[in-house]
Structure formats: C-alpha cells, structure tokens
C-alpha cells in the first residue's frame, strides 16, 4: 500500500511540477498582439495556471490523504502576509479591484509553496534552472530582433516590448537570471558544455546594454557589492582564480559589447547613448526622476492617512490621483510632472500604503528569514560548489528587490512569478532537499477517506470548480479584454455603432473593469445615447479613477444642458490632472456660453500656461480674440487674432475668419 501511495505521490507531484513549469513559460513568452497590453496576458497566464495548481494539489490531498507543508523559516512571515491581504481585501472601499491584484499576489505565494513542497530531486532543480535559461535567451532574441528592425509581429509598436512589455521589465527578467547562469558558467569543467554558458552571458551582458534600464543598473551595482562582500567573506575567491581566463575572455567580451552601445556606429540603433543615458541620472530636471518624486512624495501623504493597516491592496491606482490633486495644490512645482500612475514605482511604498505599516514589516520579515537562512547555509556548509550556484541565486533575488525600489515588478506576473519560483528554489537549494535529503520532522501528515466513492465525489466537485474559476478569472476577463481591442479598433475609425456591440460584450463578461466600462460609456456618448452614458460613466467612477471619465461626464453633462453638472466634473478633471489642457478648454467654453467672458479668458489662459508649446495656440488666439471681441475691448482682441493668424497653418479655413475679425475691428475703428 505504502508503495501505491508513493507511486501515486509521484503522479500528482509530477503534474505539478510540469503546470509549475508551464506557469513560468507562458506567463513571460505568451504574446496575443490582439490584447490591449502585456500585463493583460501575463495576469490571465498566472491567474489560469494558479487555478489549476490549487485544484490539482486539492485532488491529492483528497487522494493521497497527505496535506501537511515541510516546514521552513519562512512558513510564518508569509502565511500572516496573506492574513493581512485577506484582511487588506475586507477593508478595501473597492474589493473588485482589489481582487486582482489580491489573486496576483496569493498567486505568487502559491509557486513558492508549491516548489518548497514538491519538488524533492536534484533532477527537479537542475531542469527548472535550465527552463530559465532557455527562457532568457528567447527573451534577449527577441529583444535583439526588435531592436535592429526585424520584428514583423509586433512591428506596430515601434518600442522595445520583446515578450515582456517594455525595457524595464526585460532587464528586470534577464538580471534576476544573469548571476544564476553565470555561477554555472563558473562551476562548469568541460570546455565544450562551459561555451553554450559563454555565448548567453554575452547575449544577456548585450540586451542589458540595449536596454539602457536606468534603475537596473544601479541595482546590479548594488549586488555586485554585496556578492564581493560573500565572496570574501566565505572564502570563495578561489574559483575565479581556477577561472581567470575563462573570466578574463569574459570581460573582454562585455568591454566590447559596452564600447558597441557606448558610442556612435552601425550597430548602435539607439537615439542616445549608454554614457549620456547614465549621465541623465543626475539631471535635476530629469523628467523621470521628477515624476518618480511626485509619486513617492504623493504616496507618503496616502501613508500619512493609514499608517497602519493602508487602504486594501490594490486601491493605489483608485487613490493616486485625488491625493496627487491634493499634494498639487501646495507643490505646484511638479504640476509639469504629474500624471496618472497605477504603481508608486517602488513596491515597499505600495505595500504600505495599500497594507499598511503591518503588511509591509511582515514582507520584510519573510527576506529577514530569507537572508538569514542564506547565512546559515554559508557557516554550515563548506561544499563550493554549492555555495556559488546559492550565490546566484541569492544575487538575481537581491537584485529584484533592490530594483522594487524605483519601479514595480511584483506588479507584473512575468516578474513577480519568476522572483517567487526562484525564491523557492534557493530555499530547497539550502535545505538540500534537492539531494534527496530527508527530514523526519517534516514528513507530511496523512488522512484518509475510508469511502472511495467520497474521494471521486470531492475530485468531481474540485474539477467543477477548477473550471468554474478558471472561466471566472480567466477565460471570462481574457475574451473581454480582446473585444475590448476590437472596439477601440473600431473608434479609432470613428466607426461607433461597429464598436459598441464589442464593448456591450466586453461588459458582460467583465463587468468591474473601469478601463472597458469607460470605453462604453464613451461610446453611448458618441453615439448620442447622453442617458445610457451618464449611467455606464459613473458605474466607471466606481472601478477606475481617470481624469477622462469626469471630463467625458461633463461633456455628456453639457450637452444635456446640465450646465453647472457639467462645471463640476470638468473641474474635478483638472483637479485630478492639472495639466489636462482639454479640460480647461471645455471650462472656457462652458463659461463662454453663459458670457462668464473673465472666466472663459481665466481658463483659456491656463491651456498656454500649463502648455507654451501648445500644438493649436492658433485657435485658443483666435477664441480669446472673439471672447475679447465681446467683452467690447477690440484692442485686445485684435492683439491676440494677429497672434492667431501668425501661427494658422496655411490653408487653413480660420486664416478667412480671423482676417475677417481683424477687418471688421479696422473698419470698426475708422468709422469711429
């Protein structure tokens, strides 16, 4: 019996391993040009993969009767991390939003529990590694492709996206990846198995350097000092001398690459070079940078109100804009940087703020253990080989969290997947469950279910409900999502009654997403619909916070004769966004059909304000001529129409108005 228990054992940890496997290749590589964005993919891929792992570690329990976790240090910090997100969603003002990023995040825990609990064989470890080798190398490929023009697939996005989104992200990947491949590079003794090793680092070292990651290479800096420290700390030193020319070939090879992406020839396609792309780091008007302080800056005033348990987790992008309109009011100094952000763009700050001071001390405790477990596995082991290949590990995860500090990986699954599977991964590397090792105090617990038609019963409804919610998480959002796509396909064209079937459909299978409930209520607008408008735009207020939404109010506001309904959302717009130009022009001319004519000139003064380099200031000129115009100061309205006609491109049909403005007020002023 014990034998039938082992072999079946086998089974289900076998269709673990290999949907574990599948989790971390598709969620990275999975490309549909045919979804709004990446992290649509990336989400569907981790949430549908979850859902099958939970249901398949279920039917085990239910089958084997084995339930109990091996325990490890860091059980405790991360099972109270996810109590505090359970609570973060029962506290949140909007739990369907708040859903996502909650299944997201439990999502990441259930691939280090998974790898911490089934894998048990070096052969398990080894060919996981391996996976992420293979899958760097198609994500550098594919980056290289893009960058010199070769992309037919994606060649609509004119960026360097490669399978993962954008730079930031591939750089991310590919430097948790980089120390761990190159610890095997090191440790590897046949010269024909150690050149395949060679070759990826230097294609690695290459989409780094094309990249241009600001943020990254400050990380990698960072670990490399720290990785220096271990290897003098423990006596590690050695290896690279046994690997001086391998490591010296090595160097040579990267000091090429970089004076290739580091100066003005062929094979360097991009606008600025590595050196002035460094250098912008240190410009204080560096917009980058700037935008990044009013976050932070913004996301401490979030903190200020609930230090302690935060708003829910991912409230962030629902607040962000109101206490940003807020923080504006006595900064107006960033008003040039600000903006919509859906990420602090540092992942301790978001944690935070959305859980609290308790959330994150809890996240911060689970690499307290982690790191001391690392230390642990250093004074106790005296194997190096073993301690090069932890060394990897521990400096692609040192990275990771030294990037968190300026961008937002964990938000995106092909990261925040990778960084927990390689979590996992160093842990059982350390306890040396790889090799087979067992420990008697872990050895899982059992029950049993005396009835077996009981155990088919459960199987059964575990099966129902595995496809039940990979339809609810997955499926449903996924086809909403590409109708979505459709429907902004067909509004680009202006092609509104085309488009609105698609996002009717789009709804009603994803009811709670804002961006797809926006476009619809958009869409009644632009067909004339002001009722059915109105109803779906506030339904969005509830699932979105976007600046657009209120302006789109007040217009439907507007054209319904709601005059002062319709000053209040485009008001609350520009609260949101400062700088929404749009807004302000719809203000003027709210205030201009009411003959509020100081008003009108207030707001259409701010649109040359905010914006001196304003694409049409021809038309906001020749608006605020007429407004002048009628407020009976023809000076000052003749002031701005030549100021208008100047700027008027040719043939353009204003050019006739306003050199009949600026004749009328001449005649004017002759017959006086």
């Given at each position: 019996m014990k034998k039938y228990l082992t072999e079946e054992n086998n089974i289900y940890n076998n269709l673990l391993t290999i949907f574990l496997k599948l989790l971390l290749v598709?969620?990275?590589?999975?490309?549909?040009?045919?979804?709004?964005?990446?992290?649509?993919?990336?989400?569907?891929?981790?949430?549908?993969?979850?859902?099958?792992?939970?249901?398949?570690?279920?039917?085990?329990?239910?089958?084997?009767?084995?339930?109990?976790?091996?325990?490890?240090?860091?059980?405790?910090?991360?099972?109270?991390?996810?109590?505090?997100?359970?609570?973060?969603?029962?506290?949140?003002?909007?739990?369907?939003?708040?859903?996502q990023d909650f299944i997201i995040f439990l999502s990441y825990i259930l691939i280090f529990f998974l790898i911490t609990n089934n894998l048990d064989r070096k052969a398990d470890f080894n060919s996981f590694i391996h996976l992420f080798f293979i899958i760097s190398f198609l994500v550098s490929i594919y980056t290289i492709i893009q960058y010199y023009g070769l992309d037919l697939y994606l060649s609509d996005l004119h960026s360097l996206t490669s399978t993962i989104g954008q730079k930031n992200w591939i750089s991310n990947y590919l430097a948790m990846i980089f120390p761990v491949l190159f610890s095997y590079f090191l440790l590897e003794k046949t010269q024909k198995n150690r050149i395949p090793y060679f070759l990826l680092l230097s294609i690695l070292y290459s989409t780094l350097m094309i990249c241009q990651s600001r943020g990254i290479w400050i990380s990698i800096s960072l670990t490399i000092i720290l990785a220096i420290y271990i290897i003098f700390k423990f006596n590690l030193l050695k290896i690279f001398q046994e690997n001086k020319k391998w490591l010296f070939l090595l160097l040579i090879t990267f000091l090429i690459i970089t004076i290739i992406y580091s100066t003005d020839n062929p094979l360097n396609k991009s606008a600025i070079t590595v050196p002035q792309r460094a250098m912008s780091t240190f410009d204080e008007q560096d917009p980058s940078i700037n935008t990044r302080l009013l976050i932070w800056k913004t996301t401490f005033e979030m903190i200020k109100d609930k230090p302690i348990l935060g708003s829910g987790i991912g409230t962030f992008k629902m607040n962000y804009l109101n206490y940003q309109g807020e923080f504006l009011k006595n900064n107006p100094y960033y008003i040039n940087y600000s903006g919509k952000a859906g990420e602090a763009h540092n992942e301790y700050l978001q944690i935070w703020a959305e859980l609290g001071i308790i959330g994150l001390g809890l996240f911060l405790l689970i690499f307290y253990f982690f790191y001391k477990t690392i230390i642990d596995f250093y004074n106790n082991n005296k194997n190096v080989r073993e301690k090069i290949i932890t060394l990897g590990l521990v400096m692609g995860i040192t990275c990771f969290l030294i990037h968190s500090l300026f961008t937002f990986p964990l938000h995106v699954p092909a990261l925040g997947g990778t960084f927990f599977a390689l979590l996992g991964l160093t842990v059982i590397y350390t306890r040396k469950i790889n090799l087979a090792k067992t420990d008697s105090d872990n050895r899982p617990k059992e029950f049993k279910f005396k009835n077996k038609g009981i155990k088919i019963a459960l199987t059964i409804f575990v099966l129902i409900f595995m496809v039940g919610a990979v339809n609810l998480v997955a499926v449903r959002p996924y086809i909403a999502e590409i109708q979505y796509f459709n429907g902004m396909r067909h509004n680009v064209d202006g092609n509104y009654r085309e488009a609105l079937p698609c996002f009717q459909q789009a709804v009603s299978l994803d009811p709670y997403n804002g961006r797809i409930l926006h476009a619809l209520g958009t869409t009644y607008y632009n067909l004339g619909n002001l009722s059915k408008a109105e109803e779906i735009l506030l339904q969005t207020t509830r699932y979105r916070s976007d600046a657009n939404t209120f302006y789109n109010l007040g217009l439907v506001y507007r054209q319904a004769g709601l005059l002062s309904k319709a000053e209040e959302e485009f008001k609350y717009a520009v609260y949101l966004m400062p700088k929404f130009t749009k807004s302000y022009y719809e203000l003027g001319y709210l205030y201009f059909i009411q003959e509020r004519y100081d008003d009108t000139i207030e707001q259409w003064n701010k649109i040359l304000e905010i914006e001196p380099n304003f694409p049409n200031k021809y038309i906001i000129f020749n608006n605020l001529g007429i407004v002048y115009q009628k407020k009976e100061m023809p000076d000052k309205a003749l002031e701005y129409f030549l100021q208008a006609l100047q700027l008027a491109p040719e043939g353009s049909p204003i050019i006739a108005e306003i050199e009949n403005e600026i004749y009328n007020i001449y005649k004017s002023k002759l017959e006086n």
């Open positions: 598709i969620v990275p590589l999975f490309v549909n040009k045919y979804i709004y964005n990446f992290r649509v993919n990336q989400e569907t891929g981790l949430k549908l993969f979850a859902v099958i792992l939970v249901a398949i570690w279920l039917i085990k329990i239910i089958n084997t009767g084995e339930y109990s976790l091996k325990k490890i240090k860091l059980d405790l910090p991360l099972i109270l991390f996810s109590l505090v997100l359970v609570l973060s969603l029962f506290i949140s003002k909007t739990k369907m939003v708040s859903l």
